[in-house]
Each structure stands twice: as structure tokens, then as C-alpha cells.
């Protein structure tokens, strides 16, 4: 984490607890602008959740009451951290489930009264736009983000904390549900995203090809649904032997990646940016990853991800939006305000910033 990405000021490093509750991850981190991530909780809601297939809102919230108190103190705990030495406390206020939301409103703001603490609601995908300041070298204000997850997939310009252009969106799944319904057609576990991941290591090159949706259109909008289907044909065409299952796999990955870092590249050229931030769960696929390196390197830019364990949710990214936030002098209030539904562009820069 660099010093330069949080406007560090030696005499009065910040200190913020941050509370995650947005959908079936529990986690709680604590981020000093001086030392850096002290601590890092998370309690994954997968097991509860693989035999419906699916989050099951009512039993995500309910794992919520449970887990996140102890998931505070351990963190603290880990941190060697106690309540006065903490200058605010930030939880994500949305977009996400409101059920799982609220648990984590509700505990934030709890702690921010009892301690005499300010508490912030961040926005959940500005934390995974931020999540690559946690890493050293960090990537500084403008850039281009690729925000790549299982209900989002974006071109966004990042012009600086709070000010977010949209370029460019999915008109219907994004690239993480065409991985997870996919996986689903070829019979993989929940969660299929990684699953069908691992399973594409095995699939042969050029083996089978599917379809990469509207790459053909100027612009940077997506479209995965068309995928989907073409999977299921692909799947219903021939027995689904090993090979042929490893083969669609690598079919699937290879077209989700050749769209995104096509969308990605074209955008980089028009904006004039040199760094690419990519975040969000799908930012962990090896493939992308290698993918992106070598052609924004080819281009004389930089790509910059977080690693692995913050693509997908987690409590650092909204730490680090939190402090970002709180250095600023923004301030929330006690009003355990969530939207389920926030669109990115309705965020301000901390100074224009009201309470969500």
C-alpha cells in the first residue's frame, strides 16, 4: 500500500475498522494509513448456500448476525488495536442484498455511537475500484478500470476519489454470471466461476469455438447472454465425456477473455490512459490476467490488480474507501441508510459527498 495513494501524513496516521456485509461473505479488516493492512477477517457463506445453488437472501443475513460481532474482535484482536485508536468505522451501505446490508450498517454504526467514532457508508464498487491500493505499486489518479464481477461488468474512468465515467456496461449478464451459469450447464458445483476455471486448464485450444458477443460493435458495451446460450448448444450436441466438458470450459474462458481485454485495450487507446485497474471476483482469473499483462504491456502501459483474496468481497476494500474517505473530511451519520440499488455515477467526490 503506498503512502501516495492515501495523501499519508506521517503526523496523524488514520486507523479505520471496515465491516462487509453486502452478500454472502462476512469480513471485517482493520487499515492503518501508516503501517498498512493490520488485519483481515472472512467468514465465506459457500457451504451454506451450495445446496440451494444459489445466495438464499434470508439465510445470509441471518450468518451475518451471527459471525460479524466475532469477526470484529478477532480482528482487533489481530490488530492489536483497541476502540481509541480507531478514527472511524466504515461498512458498505450497498448496492448489494438489504437484508445482509443492514447487519452490517446496523453493528457499524453501533460501534461508531458507542466508541464516538464517525461511521461512512461506502459504496461496494468503489471499494473493489480502490482494492488495488492496497498493493505496492499502486496505481495513482487518472486511470481506466475493468470492473469485472458476477452482476457487473464495466469500463469505468476513474478521474479521481469519487469521480467515476461510465464508458461502457453489460446490457444483460456479466462476465461472472456467463462463468457461473455456464459451469452450471456443464454440471459443475456452485460456486462454477473458479470451478469451471480449474476444469478449462485441461480443455484443448481452438477445440471447440464459441461465440464472442457483439466484439464486432464499436463502443464498450458487453453482452454475455448470447454466450449462454451457445453453451448450452455446445453442451447438448455431443456427451458430455471429460474432454468435451474440459474443452467447452476452455471455449467459455477464452471468449469472456478475448471480449474483455478487446473492450479493455479499445478503451485504453481512445481515453490516452497508460494504467488499466482491473477488480472485482473475475480480476482473479489467471487466463485475464495473463492476457491483459502482456497487451497492456505490448501498448507501454500498466495494468495493475489486487490480489487474488480482494477481487472478490472482503472488508480491506472498504477499509481503504473508508480512510480514502475520512482523510478527505467526509463524515456519515447514525441513519443505517442501504440501497440495494446505488448506481455508481451518483458518487461525488468526499468534499460534494452526502450521507447514502
Not at 216 to 245: I, M
Request: proline share 6%; glycine share 10%.
Amino acid at each position: 500500500m503506498s503512502a501516495r495513494a492515501l495523501g499519508h501524513t506521517a503526523q496523524h496516521p488514520m486507523r479505520v475498522l471496515a465491516i462487509e456485509s453486502s452478500c454472502d461473505e462476512s469480513a471485517v479488516a482493520v487499515l492503518d494509513e501508516s503501517r498498512g493492512l493490520l488485519a483481515h477477517e472472512l467468514w465465506s457463506q459457500i457451504d451454506l448456500h451450495r445446496i440451494y445453488g444459489g445466495v438464499v437472501p434470508e439465510l445470509a443475513s441471518r450468518d451475518h448476525v451471527k459471525r460479524l460481532l466475532p469477526l470484529v474482535r478477532t480482528a482487533l484482536e489481530a490488530a492489536a488495536t483497541r476502540a481509541d485508536q480507531l478514527h472511524g468505522v466504515a461498512y458498505t451501505a450497498g448496492p448489494g442484498l438489504t437484508g445482509a446490508l443492514l447487519t452490517g450498517a446496523a453493528l457499524a454504526s453501533a460501534l461508531a455511537y458507542g466508541w464516538r467514532l464517525p461511521a461512512i457508508g461506502i459504496h461496494h464498487l468503489e471499494g473493489h475500484l480502490l482494492a488495488p491500493l492496497l498493493e505496492t505499486p499502486a496505481p495513482g489518479f487518472p486511470h481506466l478500470a475493468l470492473l469485472v464481477s458476477g452482476g457487473h461488468t464495466m469500463l469505468i474512468e476513474a478521474r479521481a476519489l469519487g469521480d467515476y465515467r461510465l464508458l461502457g456496461e453489460t446490457r444483460d449478464d456479466a462476465a461472472g454470471e456467463a462463468f457461473d451459469k455456464s459451469a452450471k450447464l456443464l454440471g459443475l458445483p456452485y460456486p462454477g466461476g473458479p470451478q469451471l476455471a480449474a476444469l478449462a486448464a485441461a480443455g484443448r485450444e481452438n477445440a471447440i469455438r464459441l461465440p464472442r458477443p457483439m466484439l464486432d460493435r464499436p463502443g464498450y458495451e458487453f453482452s454475455f447472454s448470447g454466450l449462454k446460450t451457445a453453451v448450452l448448444l455446445a453442451a447438448r450436441a455431443q456427451p458430455l465425456d471429460d474432454q468435451r466438458r474440459a474443452d467447452i470450459a476452455r471455449a467459455v474462458q477464452d471468449a469472456i477473455v478475448d471480449v474483455l481485454c478487446t473492450k479493455a485495450l479499445r478503451a485504453l487507446e481512445a481515453t490516452g490512459h497508460t494504467s488499466l485497474v482491473v477488480a472485482g471476483g473475475v480480476g482473479a482469473n489467471q487466463a485475464l490476467r495473463a492476457r491483459l499483462r502482456e497487451a497492456v504491456a505490448a501498448r507501454g502501459a500498466q495494468v495493475y490488480f489486487p490480489r487474488s483474496e480482494f477481487c472478490t468481497d472482503n472488508a480491506a476494500m472498504i477499509a481503504m474507501a473508508g480512510l480514502l474517505r475520512l482523510r478527505a473530511g467526509e463524515r456519515g451519520g447514525l441513519n443505517l441508510a442501504v440501497r440495494a440499488r446505488w448506481p455508481l455515477d451518483e458518487l461525488r467526490p468526499p468534499t460534494d459527498q452526502e450521507n447514502p
